[in-house]
């Protein structure tokens, strides 16, 4: 089954463009209307926001009203929650249009709180992994992590968050889904963003279930794939290829990208997989690519760009959980990824911005 029908259709690139830039405009008329405390007790609110959605999230509240319209009374009852404490939370939501609520604490769905459906477009499961436990409890040791260098995770457990993952079934189940998540919102704003045609086979490292490299692949009749990955990564890589009917198209590969990478591709994608990593395992992974790649080939970096000072950045933000959870993982600056490619051996050729807050870097062998 061919699923490319399903993909949202996006407005032009220049659009979107102009359109970010008058509401940043417009949000800053209004931070320097109001006094400073006046602004910062405005932002800092929304801090209660998250975990009324990570409560949205698990109970599947946006699920269970797919159906329709429903009473707090009937959903309590179905999420085995209590209704006061559930009609409150989804009072909050519906005052920031997740959800809508009716006559007589009834609620039904918007589009905004249609991404916690699962599904196409979903991002339940995104939202279950970053504001569950794990994540609360590493960032409330933020001050010690800045106050020592050391990340938080390590910390409270003692190993790093992916031994822990391979070593806990269900959070890992629910950091895989989150990943797919992740990687459904992005995928539309490549495929706008990026032509795969000048590529005979791609390899995504550290690909997981397929879900990324399945959607490129059946979207270019010509095109063959290669998925690497663990062992445990892989696992449920068959079932998504299926779905795309890609299976046939793309080899899977077990192995460990610290190691070694497999040849027979003339592109390679890392997907958020750099910011993870400190700048040595990143030139180790960039070096095993350049080592397994073609005279010609081509690497692409998927990734979150930090801008210049002063500009506000999902990629900013997004390094405060780097910081927290990953030993050494941090969101770079262009200028930073291009002193990683050149100490691989590497040069970026090309630059390609997105709709979305991920850009394209296309690096090839340095001459």
């Known amino acids: 089954m061919n699923r490319n029908?399903?993909?949202?259709?996006?407005?032009?690139?220049?659009?979107?463009?102009t359109l970010e830039g008058v509401r940043k405009l417009l949000l800053s008329f209004h931070d320097?209307?109001?006094?400073?405390?006046?602004?910062?007790?405005?932002?800092?609110?929304?801090f209660y926001l998250l975990p009324a959605l990570y409560v949205a999230a698990e109970l599947n509240i946006a699920g269970l009203l797919t159906s329709g319209e429903k009473g707090i009374n009937a959903?309590?009852?179905?999420?085995?929650?209590?209704?006061?404490?559930?009609?409150?939370?989804?009072?909050?939501?519906?005052?920031?249009?997740?959800?809508?609520?009716?006559?007589?604490?009834?609620?039904?769905?918007?589009?905004?709180?249609?991404?916690?459906?699962?599904?196409?477009?979903?991002?339940?499961h995104m939202l279950r992994h970053h504001l569950g436990k794990l994540n609360w409890q590493i960032t409330g040791e933020l001050l010690e992590t800045v106050r020592t260098g050391k990340d938080g995770f390590n910390r409270i457990y003692n190993q790093n968050i992916y031994d822990f993952l391979n070593g806990d079934a269900a959070n890992y189940k629910v950091f895989d889904q989150s990943m797919t998540n992740l990687s459904s919102l992005g995928l539309a704003p490549l495929l706008q963003s990026y032509s795969f045609s000048s590529f005979k086979t791609l390899a995504d490292i550290g690909g997981g279930e397929g879900f990324l490299l399945a959607n490129i692949v059946s979207s270019y009749p010509a095109l063959r794939g290669i998925l690497f990955d663990t062992p445990s990564a892989l696992e449920k890589a068959d079932e998504i290829l299926k779905q795309y009917d890609v299976e046939e198209k793309i080899t899977r590969v077990e192995g460990n990208f610290l190691e070694a990478i497999p040849e027979g591709a003339d592109g390679y994608i890392l997907k958020n997989i750099l910011h993870n990593w400190n700048d040595a395992t990143c030139l180790t992974i960039l070096s095993n690519i350049r080592d397994a790649m073609p005279a010609n080939g081509k690497i692409l970096i998927v990734e979150m760009i930090v801008p210049?000072?002063?500009?506000?950045?999902?990629?900013?933000?997004?390094?405060?959980?780097?910081?927290?959870?990953?030993?050494?993982?941090?969101?770079r600056t262009r200028a930073e990824f291009e002193t990683l490619l050149a100490g691989a051996g590497l040069t970026l050729h090309r630059y390609y911005s997105t709709i979305a807050p991920i850009s394209i870097i296309e690096a090839r062998l340095a001459s």
């Open 5 to 17: 029908t399903n993909r949202p259709a996006l407005p032009p690139k220049w659009m979107v463009k």
């Open 32 to 46: 320097r209307l109001f006094p400073g405390n006046v602004v910062l007790y405005e932002k800092f609110q929304y």
């Open 75 to 124: 959903l309590a009852a179905e999420s085995d929650a209590d209704p006061e404490s559930l009609y409150r939370v989804m009072r909050a939501l519906s005052s920031h249009k997740i959800f809508r609520e009716g006559k007589n604490r009834t609620f039904r769905n918007t589009r905004l709180s249609f991404p916690l459906t699962d599904g196409d477009g979903s991002l339940r």
């Open 308 to 331: 210049e000072p002063n500009k506000a950045s999902a990629a900013t933000l997004i390094d405060i959980q780097m910081l927290t959870s990953m030993p050494g993982g941090k969101e």
